[in-house]
């Protein structure tokens, strides 16, 4: 099958999306590791060291500090499954194979082929153990499409996008085991399933300290529902904000969400415990002499989200830019990037380089010394890690990213925009541009690749 690689320049800041690597030139005794942490509906303006002045991220931002963040990363599309697609194979969302969160069964999204190639499956072969702690969202329970067969050693966490959307779920899945929890039954808030996600996670970090891991932590903090424990992190913002209490309802586009009393406080105490979580990474690595060869990476699926009482507006989450969650504007697919490595990757540095999620794949293979497959999109951005001058510039091509308003094209690209969006759609080989924006677009360059 013949597919259309579009490139399309943006003339705003985009940003680079992966890690910061620039360890592996010491070439240290063993191979660095890498510790991917993925927030969920994270904005751009969501964390200190990208401009927010309610919500405290200090770990975030010391890990700026200490290492590299990035003002041009962008996500692989403007929803979760299909960015995260693009982030696990290296490809733009126009060769994807999943384009929307379109849920096949009653628990999990459209599965992957079996023979697609991962993350995961570059970095067993390059000798790594690897793990992913939170949302999987890319098939189904009992598919060829689960994290174990997708080249992950050990999964813990949701299967699906919709079942992500509890935070106190009745059961969750280690590899392909179900675990339940009937505490959390009838909409009992008992056992967290972020704090379990978290506690395996670090687990997985201890358990293999004297080999090579690829840990990804894909949380889902700060998505809706606006739900978590009341604890001190949460009494921090307890009585903060002028308060308009959220009732849950369902929706047929965004699903349903339990009423948030402060929903205002309930999105900062999230914010707040994910950058705890990070912080508790730090220094997890710290203790066990890790951190300096271990590239941690901080950043987003997608721009924020206004479901479930959250307000973007509120907090500028969007920070500088327009549009959020769902919207082909900057601030729905520009999301915040930070890479740490003390000793490695420069402290303190700052990268306008353009890059995205499937730039993540070549970075990684550049890292370890892996060939890549011919059908990937992106560009390495070692280089810029390393605060070398020969990075190659973004030239392949860029994003083709949903959300679309004809019924033959949402087949393919079934998310849904606001009433603002860009809408950007393939018919019959041709790229068309629908409410285009032009301070947004600047130029669009079409050719033809084959791809399967």
Not at 366 to 388: A, N, Q
């Amino acid at each position: 099958m013949t597919y259309m690689k579009t490139q399309l320049t943006l003339c705003i800041s985009g940003t680079l999306l992966l890690v910061g690597m620039s360890g592996c030139e010491k070439t240290p005794e063993r191979p660095m590791n890498v510790v991917y942490i993925l927030a969920d509906d994270l904005g751009y303006g969501d964390v200190g060291c990208y401009g927010q002045q309610i919500i405290k991220t200090p770990n975030i931002d010391r890990m700026a500090k200490e290492g590299m963040l990035f003002t041009q990363h962008y996500a692989g599309c403007t929803v979760s499954a299909p960015s995260r697609c693009s982030l696990m194979t290296g490809l733009h969302t126009g060769h994807t194979q999943v384009r929307g969160n379109r849920e096949i069964t009653p628990e999990g999204q459209q599965p992957m082929r079996e023979d697609t190639y991962t993350l995961g499956k570059l970095m067993k072969s390059a000798g790594y153990t690897t793990g992913i702690f939170g949302k999987w969202g890319l098939g189904n329970p009992g598919s060829v499409s689960i994290p174990n067969k997708m080249g992950f050693d050990e999964f813990y966490g949701y299967n699906c996008q919709r079942q992500s959307h509890s935070f106190y779920p009745d059961h969750l899945w280690h590899n392909e085991e179900k675990v339940l929890f009937p505490e959390n039954e009838n909409n009992a808030c008992k056992t967290y399933s972020q704090d379990l996600i978290h506690e395996q996670a670090l687990k997985f970090i201890r358990d293999h300290k004297e080999q090579p891991f690829f840990a990804m932590l894909t949380y889902t903090l700060p998505h809706a529902e606006l739900n978590l424990p009341h604890d001190s992190i949460y009494k921090m913002y307890e009585n903060s904000f002028e308060e308009t209490p959220y009732i849950g309802k369902f929706d047929k586009v965004y699903g349903g969400y339990n009423t948030s009393e402060k929903p205002l406080a309930s999105f900062a105490a999230m914010v707040s415990r994910l950058d705890k979580y990070v912080g508790d990474v730090m220094a997890e690595l710290k203790e066990l002499g890790l951190d300096k060869n271990t590239i941690v990476i901080f950043t987003s699926d997608n721009g924020p989200h206004h479901e479930g009482g959250a307000d973007p507006d509120f907090f500028k989450s969007y920070g500088p830019f327009r549009g959020i969650k769902r919207d082909v504007y900057e601030g729905g697919i520009r999301i915040p990037m930070v890479a740490w490595c003390p000793g490695t990757i420069k402290a303190g540095a700052q990268s306008d380089h353009i890059s995205a999620f499937w730039d993540v794949m070549p970075t990684l293979a550049e890292l370890t010394g892996t060939v890549l497959p011919e059908k990937t999109d992106g560009i390495s951005f070692l280089p810029t890690l390393l605060s070398k001058k020969d990075q190659q510039a973004s030239g392949k091509s860029r994003a083709l990213l949903p959300p679309s308003p004809l019924r033959t094209v949402r087949e393919s690209f079934p998310s849904y925009g606001s009433s603002n969006s860009i809408f950007l759609f393939v018919v019959r080989n041709r790229l068309i541009l629908s409410t285009v924006s032009f301070i947004s677009l600047v130029a669009v360059v079409m050719d033809k690749l084959p791809y399967n």
